[in-house]
């Protein structure tokens, strides 16, 4: 409840934002409980489908013997082809969707089919827009790592400093292994800050790609306007 409240939230309020209005936590919070069931019917179906989109491409590998690995390897490649695609339709349907639902107030079905017309007129610059944005979010992952990494360093010479100075009052090793712990809870804390703050940027990107999209003027993919010129 509170994921779906707090997505919907976030698509309601970045819409509002984008188009220079006034909003606040409340707003968004009565946004997503009104919109509360479409949307999760919406990322329901979507999901399952994608679920037993896997078990079916999935399957005809156990039907190979384990002694043709030229072929299971043949087959994987070939149904990943065909799944990749799909898989990221279905992602693209689900945003638009929710999109729909949460900023222009559509119905369940109405949604759906908006969703998939606003993809197929483009499919270009939504696929250019999810590489963008999924770069972005690798990058700050890669930089979240590092920081941890960097910050581990120097924490633990320091805890085996201290668990050195405290050994003759108490266990050193005891010491030493709730220092560590409290860095461990501290490393979960920025992992997890730093995931709060990709997931609300994604959200409010992809609600900005919605809004440009489905304007009357529409947004042109980048590799279009290349060949254009």
């Given at each position: 409840?509170?994921?779906?409240v ?16 006034k ?5 968004g ?5 009104a ?18 989109l896997?078990v079916?491409v999935?399957?005809p ?12 390897s043949?087959l994987?490649?070939i149904?990943?082809i065909?799944?990749?695609?799909i898989?990221?339709?279905?992602n ?7 999109a729909y639902i949460?900023?222009?107030?559509k ?16 499919w ?12 972005v979010q ?11 990494m960097a910050?581990?360093?120097p924490y633990?010479?320091?805890a085996?400093l201290?668990a050195?100075?405290l050994?003759?009052?108490?266990s050193s090793?005891s ?10 809870l501290?490393?979960t804390v920025i ?11 994604s ?7 919605f ?5 009357k003027?529409g947004?042109f993919?980048?590799l279009?306007?290349?060949?254009h010129?």
């Open positions: 409840w509170m994921v779906f707090s997505e919907i939230a976030l698509i309601k309020n970045s819409a509002l934002i984008i188009k220079n209005k909003t606040s936590i409340k707003e919070v009565n946004a997503g409980m919109h509360f069931w479409p949307v999760v019917g919406v990322n329901l179906i979507g999901k399952t489908f994608a679920c037993f896997v079916f999935g399957l590998l156990f039907f190979i013997g384990p002694e043709s690995s030229m072929a299971i043949i994987y490649f149904l990943f065909i799944f990749l695609p898989a990221l339709i279905i693209f349907i689900i945003k638009y969707a929710s949460v900023v222009k107030g119905s369940f079905i109405s949604a759906i089919e908006s969703a998939w017309d606003l993809f197929i007129k483009n270009l610059a939504s696929l250019e827009m999810a590489f963008i944005i999924l770069f690798f990058v700050v992952s890669v930089l979240v790592l590092l920081l941890i910050l581990s360093i633990t010479f320091l085996y201290l050195a100075s050994g003759a009052v108490t090793t010491i030493f292994v709730m220092i560590t712990a409290i860095g461990m501290l490393a992992v997890i800050v730093a995931g709060s703050v990709i997931t609300a940027f959200v409010s990107a992809w609600t900005d790609v809004l440009s999209l489905d304007s003027k947004v993919s980048k279009v306007r290349l060949f010129k």
